[in-house]
Nanobody, 118 residues
Framework: VQLQESGPGLVKPSQTLSLACTVSGDSITTNYYLWSWIRQPPGKGLEWMGA???????YYNPSHESRTSISRDTSKNQFTLQLSAVTPEDTAVYYCARGTNVHTWGSWGQGTQVTVSS
């Protein structure tokens, strides 16, 4: 399976960050898997943002749940992350990943740098 993130590298404060993950080699509706968004701010560890399951159910990190939305387009085999009201603290490398739960991910995208700055 291959995952590829795409989206703008620069977002202004208060705007909405939107990223897409295009999956090849597997279907996002395949039983069993969770498709997650994970980020790593500069100098910090990995932070799970949320996931969408093969069923379409969504799960979010409570720390960001009010600002986070994950959806999917099965016709494109793609899932997306939207993070609203961003601040410079949302600057990070954002990864999409496939896993069997919200703590274990076996396949990753290469990551995309998103900077929040005016």
């Amino acid at each position: 399976v291959q995952l590829q993130e795409s989206g703008p590298g620069l977002v202004k404060p208060s705007q909405t960050l939107s990223l897409a993950c295009t999956v090849s080699g597997d279907s996002i509706t395949t039983n069993y898997y969770l498709w997650s968004w994970i980020r790593q701010p500069p100098g910090k560890g990995l932070e799970w943002m949320g996931a969408i399951a093969y069923s379409g159910s969504t799960y979010y990190n409570p720390s960001h749940e009010s600002r986070t939305s994950i959806s999917r387009d099965t016709s494109k085999n793609q899932f997306t992350l939207q993070l609203s009201a961003v601040t410079p603290e949302d600057t990070a490398v954002y990864y999409c990943a496939r896993g069997t739960n919200v703590h274990t991910w076996g396949s990753w995208g290469q990551g995309t740098q998103v900077t929040v700055s005016s």
